[in-house]
């Protein structure tokens, strides 16, 4: 992986001698592959958790449950995020980034442990804890990989956000295949989620001796007074909103993609889900073309339109050609989504530094928070409504054709539900894209 990257980017970076530019891309690199691993293998292990854990709890309600235990992660990364940003420069990136390593070590740690720590009730308690930790790590990782990004390359914030959030998809690759192979070998799924383990201790030995600069912001001179201040400006706010929309365009049907699609495609979907992360790593790398023909907010727009349509389409797919088709389309609307947001606000509201760049992190964490245990208990209530009532569901063996049906039916909807939020950003970025037209053009604002 470092070689791949270090014939592309120069040793130092411009105003950071001290720092290892080509090094610390790399520690970016590692922290980004360990959360989307994470992502991936929560998405993976969903049934698992469901048909092991939680089915003998309430199996009425063990949807529900899968999706407030896969939620619980992005209730800490936004507190991460959001309070963790600010605090970076005071803190140290690089004990920031130690935390990240030790909290996907423990979190990975309780949940394939659950069982054996606790019973009943307290198994779902303990998985929760783990999720927790899981998501204070992510968000101790984009608290840091993000502004340092920017500072290392201040005249191409978008390209470079982009090139490095290819590696977002990168550990969904990985990640996806090892759970593949484990799963084709009969293998337990702990096995498969304790490969998160993997990249968090490669990051503790990357970390030795690292030398992190301060971020653009620090840098700069701009006091703390004005990141707080650039925040609460109206202009702010929109992003913020749009951020939210974004994620859970892109993120929620990535959680829910081998869970739901599975039954509705009659293929295993997390091979859907890694071949949208292979065209996201390539399409990531050609952001810097797409903007200067687009403009950042041009290209959200567009974004937009191929992610509600690839929705649509993947609700109603029922074979593995039709999925295929559609999460192409998918996977290209949302490809730039979460880069371009990021890079957007740093561009937009520099003097917030990290702080803004957390926040919009944070909006896109909540989004996923809330939609994300929604989108389930709306799975298991259109799967009760198909089956006839609670009761008869609860009475249905699992596997039966009528308990596959009403699951498919659920699936079929909870896309369909997702596919209106790209629908409202059409409006969003629609009218941020009129208005910078008629100001001549947005021009990046710089410190």
């Excluded at 992005?74 to 605090?87: D, H, M, Q, R, V």
């Excluded at 420069?89 to 935390?99: E, H, T, Y």
């Excluded at 470079?160 to 070998?185: Q, T, Y």
């Excluded at 245990?373 to 799975?379: H, N």
């Amino acid at each position: 992986m470092q070689s791949s990257i270090s014939a592309a980017v120069p040793a130092t970076a411009d105003g950071h001698d001290d720092a290892n530019k080509r090094r610390l891309f790399v520690i970016c690199v590692c922290a980004l592959v360990t959360t989307s691993m994470s992502f991936i293998l929560r998405g993976g292990i969903a049934q698992d958790l469901q048909t092991t854990y939680f089915d003998a709890i309430d199996k009425a309600h063990a949807a529900g449950m899968v999706g407030s235990a896969l939620g619980a992660v992005f209730l800490t990364f936004a507190a991460t995020l959001a309070f963790g940003s600010p605090l970076i420069d005071a803190v140290g990136m690089r004990n920031v980034l130690l935390i990240c390593a030790g909290s996907f070590i423990s979190g990975t740690t309780l949940v394939i442990t659950a069982d054996k720590i606790s019973s009943g009730s307290g198994v779902y308690t303990i998985v929760w804890i783990g999720m927790l930790l899981a998501g204070i790590g992510w968000g101790c990782s984009e608290a840091v990989i993000n502004p340092l990004t920017t500072t290392l390359y201040p005249k191409e914030k978008t390209h470079k956000l982009n090139v490095l959030h290819a590696w977002w998809p990168g550990g969904i690759i990985i990640g996806g295949v090892l759970g593949e192979i484990v799963r084709m070998s009969d293998m337990s799924w702990r096995l498969k989620f304790a490969f998160i383990m993997a990249p968090a201790l490669l990051l503790l030995v990357l970390l030795a001796g690292a030398k992190f600069p301060k971020t653009e912001r620090a840098a700069a001179g701009v006091p703390a007074k004005e990141m707080l201040t650039a925040i609460i400006r109206p202009g702010f706010l929109v992003w913020f909103i749009a951020m939210f929309l974004t994620s859970a365009s892109e993120l929620v049907p990535g959680q829910w993609v081998d869970f739901t699609l599975t039954r509705t495609l009659h293929m295993q979907g997390i091979w859907l889900l890694i071949y949208v992360a292979g065209m996201m790593f390539v399409m990531r790398h050609f952001a810097g073309t797409m903007v200067h023909k687009l403009s950042s907010v041009g290209l959200l727009w567009v974004s937009s339109l191929l992610a509600a349509i690839g929705l649509v389409l993947l609700s109603i797919a029922n074979s593995p050609v039709m999925g295929f088709v559609a999460a192409t389309i998918w996977g290209t609307g949302v490809c730039y989504m979460w880069p371009t947001m990021l890079a957007a606000a740093s561009e937009r509201y520099p003097r917030g530094g990290a702080f803004a760049m957390g926040m919009i992190g944070s909006a896109g964490s909540l989004s996923i928070l809330f939609f994300l245990p929604f989108i389930g208990s709306k799975f298991d209530e259109t799967a009760a409504r198909v089956a006839g009532g609670v009761e008869k569901f609860k009475a249905l063996a699992e596997g039966s054709p009528a308990m596959e049906a009403a699951k498919t039916v659920a699936a079929q909807e909870s896309f369909q539900f997702v596919a209106r939020l790209p629908v409202i950003l059409l409006v969003v970025f629609g009218l941020v894209w009129l208005n910078d037209r008629r100001n001549g053009g947005f021009k990046p604002e710089k410190l």
